[in-house]
């Protein structure tokens, strides 16, 4: 199983960024997708999740009106795009799989994550 990020870097306070997640070795369209960050001396939070089929998203406040979510079920990828970026939104990106197994318990793969860094 890989997930691995990209897109990451330095933008200026206002700029965009489009982040994207290519995943292998799992059945890409079984799993809900989603995006956290973690900054230095934070706990990780979600920032963004996509249900299997791409009908459903859900943002965390911070980011509403800001960042859309998206995924290629055929390129078995998840994006996030960012715009309206604020040095609040400087972290360290991670890409999220989860699904749930035949017994109920729920699966997770991580990638290695992709940094973000907002500043002038």
């Known amino acids: 199983v890989q997930l691995v990020e990209s897109g990451g870097g330095l933008v200026q306070p206002g700029g965009s960024l489009r982040l994207s997640c290519a995943a292998s070795?799992?059945?890409?369209?079984?799993?809900?997708m989603s995006w956290y960050r973690q900054a230095p001396g934070k706990e990780r939070e979600l920032v963004a999740t996509?249900?299997?089929?791409?009908?459903?998203?859900y943002y965390v406040d911070s980011v509403k009106g800001r960042f859309t979510i998206s995924r290629d079920n055929h390129k078995n990828t998840v994006y996030l795009q960012m715009n309206s970026l604020k040095p609040e939104d400087t972290a360290m990106y991670y890409c999220?799989?989860?699904?749930?197994?035949?017994?109920?318990?729920?699966?997770?793969?991580w990638g290695q994550g992709t940094q973000v860094t907002v500043s002038s």
């Open positions: 070795g799992f059945t890409f369209s079984n799993y809900h």
């Open positions: 996509i249900t299997s089929a791409g009908v459903t998203t």
């Open positions: 999220n799989a989860r699904s749930m197994d035949y017994t109920y318990r729920w699966i997770d793969y």
